[in-house]
């Protein structure tokens, strides 16, 4: 997911009259653009995807080779998060998952890279109960409540830290749908996701594929060779209710294997 769907956040940054890269407290006011250590952070959803998460990981990697230690800091700050703070002073990441992830994991970022830069769009901090924070980020579908199977899970079962999320195989598959032009890319809270589980359902249902299981999909190959059908899926009219849909009838479906 990208930040764009929450372009309130470029507003703020532009009133706030923060320093860049100041460190995130959980006392600091809403619209405080700031940086917080990668694993201090709150991921927002359960699951990942591996193979864009790879992807992702290789090109954070040779941004930082060919910038160098301070261009790429300044690009990391181009690149924000939105923040909500809990009641607690958790800092939850509503988006940027994979890109943290991957910032966490690379062996050749230096450890004072490992951070996000982000905009407080909303502080509960000691001003609202749990049950409140937690109501408002699933009114305001900043929480995606689904673990790396399509299963419904609470709030409480959240991971604490990106390096918990788990291995979704139908979140890589719905980017790599995207990404060949299945569906359109638009401003629209966790979209890849309700993709994903979309795709998950069609390929539990469908007659070629409902053989496969979970593990199954974690092959890339498999994947690959499942991009002409997930495109079909991407275009029937059972995926019109869908961010980013597009009608394309011209689309027909031929030999996929």
Known sequence: MHTKYFAISFFILALSSQSFGSPCTPRA????????????????QASYGFHHYKKKLSS?????KSLGKHRFRIWLEQKEAPFIVSPL???YILDRHHTARAL???KIIPHDLKIIFGTIIKNFYR???QKEFETFMQNQNYVFLRNEFGEKISF????SSVIDLADDPMRSFSSMVKDDGGYQEISFP???FLWAQYFRERFQKDPRTKKYQ???FKDKKLLKRLLPLGKVFARSPQAKDLPGYKNDKKMILTRIF
């Open 60 to 64: 954070l990697e040779k941004k930082y």
């Open 104 to 106: 966490l994991a690379s």
């Open 29 to 44: 006011p809403e619209t405080t653009f700031c940086e917080i250590n990668i694993i201090e952070i709150n991921p927002t």
């Open 89 to 91: 002073g958790q800092f």
């Open 190 to 192: 966790f979209q890849e």
């Open 214 to 216: 979970y593990r199954d």
């Open 156 to 159: 409480k079962q959240l991971p």
């Open 127 to 129: 001003t609202g109960s």
